[in-house]
């Protein structure tokens, strides 16, 4: 499949980090799954992993975070 963005990379299976902002937290998700263009770096997420990281962006956001790096867990 060729990137959307490019047009010219391949997508491949790989992982990204993902920063997520919102007002005036900032969390970033290391090694989250993703299909990754080989050529320009655009990633895509599945939509179960998309659920996932906003559930736990959700509950660090509860929980008073402000700034925070951590692993992505599947």
Partial sequence: MKCSICQQG?????KVTVPL??????LIFKNVPA???ENCGEYYLSEQT????????ENAIAHGTQLEVR????
């Fill in 50 to 57: 998309t659920d996932l990281l906003l559930e736990q962006a």
């Fill in 71 to 74: 692993q992505f867990a599947a």
């Fill in 10 to 14: 391949e997508i491949k299976q790989g």
């Fill in 21 to 26: 902002e919102r007002e005036g937290v900032i």
């Fill in 35 to 37: 299909e990754v263009c």
